[in-house]
């Protein structure tokens, strides 16, 4: 198995990248298939039925609307964010579907979109199967697949195997842990970022990737851009949670201004730390109200890596676009650790898996263009997952708003902390990464599942929704 920076990150749609991308994935792949193999037109009427805790919060992570697009033929990636909900809304009054954007058949939302809220497939929480009817009624084919975390589908097939990413693309420097990493690093006297590009050479030429890398940037910047300007007060959803980043980015750059026509620098240390929390705000308010999202790694936790990442183009002095590249490249190490060896899903071992591994993927790159060590990086994104252990997945009302956007906020710091924690010390530590995410996949695995991304424990219980 093999896995790429760019399917650490990649451009999709909030609120959800197992919830909301993942189905849309999955939808499309199946209308492609069909078309594929030219069984389009026989098919009258397709039926998609979610489970686990897709079936539990779909409604919450807009999973219903996404499958709708995804059978339409939009891609995450590319649907215009601004309209999505409108598409859906006219495929359910029109009562028709337009199949992979090229077939059109008779759709009802209440019995063609099923959430089981009671119900699970055996291979992962995230389950669903789609079934494709024939104008006589007839089966014409049905596929299950998964949505296993940071927007990653696999089939029925590919989730017989504990490896869910089927990918046997030899690279030059493989490692399957956090100690392989650091000893390939040893080897090959490269940085882990360094190592990573090798790696990456596997798949497309260095300057494609570079590009590649350079446009994830863009998109996060935009999304932070969007999350300041957006003029609706409230986010969707019923639980009237009020966007702040908007607010906030007014009143820091107002008292800058006061302060530069003072002639005088602010004097807050934390300053710093205000506009951090402002980047993850504005992210993950984004992310809630349906727009474009980075999944870094995934959209539940997408907010991390771009704040930290602005904290670093914006406070660091000799910030450029190379330690962007190496920041992603590095983080990206941490993440596959994570993704082969534990779990990046939130339905699957909480929200250490996304905020936790975000916090420890974003403390890796800082630490790295900071000047740290592989041994110093390493020791840093020990320290981002270590201290966010056991974190629940408990979204109220199943939207991905309280206590997720802040919860982004908070993790950032945590991971510029953590960075410049262990850029202190030599690299040498006591409790290893790979201690670390094997400690979580356990954590996870005892878990009670009302804790995973169904809500029905913890906040999600405990505070009224309205």
């Known amino acids: 198995m093999a896995l790429s920076v760019l399917d650490l990150f990649s451009v999709g749609i909030g609120p959800s990248s197992s919830h909301t991308v993942g189905p849309m994935r999955a939808a499309r792949r199946f209308t492609a298939g069909l078309a594929a193999d030219g069984l389009l037109e026989g098919v009258g ?40 909900g409108e598409l859906v809304a006219s495929c359910i009054r029109a009562g028709r579907l337009p199949l992979a954007g090229l077939h059109g058949i008779g759709f009802n939302e209440e019995s063609d979109v099923v959430l089981h809220r009671r119900k699970s497939l055996p291979a992962h929480p995230n389950g669903m199967t789609f079934s494709a009817l024939g104008h006589d009624g007839q089966p014409v084919r049905q596929r299950t697949y998964y949505s296993v975390g940071g927007g990653f589908v696999v089939d029925e097939i590919t989730a017989e195997d504990d490896k869910l990413v089927p990918d046997s693309t030899l690279l030059p420097h493989p490692f399957g842990s956090g100690a392989e990493l650091l000893a390939a690093c040893r080897v090959s006297g490269l940085s882990i970022a360094e190592l990573m590009m090798a790696n990456e050479e596997s798949w497309r030429p260095a300057e494609e990737t570079r590009a590649a890398l350079l446009h994830i940037w863009k998109v996060m910047g935009e999304c932070v851009e969007n999350g300041c300007t957006r003029t ?23 008292q800058e201004k006061v302060a530069r026509s003072g002639g005088a620098p602010l004097r807050d240390p934390l300053w710093a730390m205000e506009w951090v929390n402002l980047y993850a705000l504005a992210v993950n308010e984004e992310n809630a109200s349906g727009g474009r999202i980075v999944t870094a790694p995934t959209n539940g936790a997408a907010g991390i890596i771009p704040a930290v990442l602005h904290f670093y183009s914006r406070f660091i002095d000799d910030a450029d676009d190379d330690g962007i590249v190496t920041f992603l490249l590095t983080a990206a190490a941490i993440g596959i650790l994570f993704k082969e060896n534990a779990s990046i899903s939130g339905a699957e071992v909480g929200c250490q898996g996304e905020v936790g591994s975000a916090c420890s993927m974003a403390a890796a790159g800082l630490c790295a263009v900071l000047g740290g060590t592989p041994e110093q990086v390493e020791n840093a994104a020990e320290v981002g997952i270590e201290h966010n252990l056991g974190l629940t997945c408990d979204p109220i009302g199943g939207l991905v708003q309280i206590p997720c956007i802040e919860r982004n906020a908070i993790a950032s710091v945590k991971a510029i902390n953590a960075a410049r924690l262990c850029l202190q010390g030599n690299g040498e530590h006591k409790v290893s990464l790979d201690a670390a995410i094997e400690t979580m996949r356990q954590t996870g695995a005892d878990m009670k599942t009302k804790y995973k991304e169904t809500s029905r424990g913890g906040l999600a219980v405990n505070v009224t929704e309205c």
């Open 232 to 254: 609706e007060d409230v986010l969707p959803g019923g639980l009237k949670v009020r966007r702040r980043a908007p607010e906030l980015r007014r009143k820091l750059r107002e």
């Open 45 to 84: 009427r397709v039926q998609a039925e979610l489970f686990g805790s897709l079936g539990a919060t779909g409604i919450g992570h807009g999973s219903d609307k996404a499958v709708i697009l995804g059978l339409a033929g939009h891609d995450p990636e590319t649907v215009d964010t601004d309209i999505a």
